[in-house]
């Protein structure tokens, strides 16, 4: 693994989320294509609780903590639970930002950690080097989801204009 070229997909998709996040209103965050789709807002929260109790948790867990309780979670249950929906979009938006912030400082100064190093449980096994990596990849997983979901603002703010010419979607 070369931590210099993960890291900057990191800091890459960092500047892709803030991008997508350009332009968009507390009511447009919220909107949510149907009942079982997140809204803006909710992939936002979403990511900043990640942030702080997923990747950044359980990488220091695997490399540095091993002898403490995994810590688990359920991302899923927080989306009811948290009330994402009824977040100020602004504040949530600042505050992701300022924990990727904060990661990308640590993971700095981790540079030269043994990413071979593994945690096992019942559920099975999980390097350093791959929780790093599946941070990237969901990083681009919700940058799809945001694009998707302005994918659908931009149908609304465009009628009654057809987007057919724009290429199939």
Excluded at 29 to 47: F, G, M, R, Y
Excluded at 119 to 131: K, P
């Amino acid at each position: 693994m070369k931590f210099s070229t993960l890291y900057e997909e990191l800091q890459n998709s960092t500047e892709m989320i803030r991008a997508v996040l350009v332009g968009i209103t507390q009511l447009e965050a919220q909107v949510k294509p149907d009942p079982e789709s997140w809204s803006i807002l909710e992939v936002t929260c979403h990511l900043h609780d990640v942030e702080r109790e997923d990747f950044r948790e359980h990488l220091d867990f695997i490399l540095h903590r091993q002898n403490e309780e995994y810590h688990a979670i359920d991302p899923q249950a927080w989306i009811t639970e948290r009330k994402y929906n009824q977040e100020d979009f602004a504040e949530m938006r600042d505050k992701f930002f300022a924990e990727r912030r904060k990661s990308l400082a640590w993971l700095k100064e981790i540079s030269d950690s043994d990413w071979e190093i593994t945690y096992t449980s019942e559920y099975g096994s999980v390097s350093a080097g791959e929780m790093f990596s599946c941070w990237i990849a969901h990083d681009n997983l919700h940058l799809r989801q945001f694009i998707e979901l302005r994918r659908t603002r931009i149908e609304t703010i465009t009628k009654p204009y057809p987007l057919e010419y724009a290429g199939d979607w």
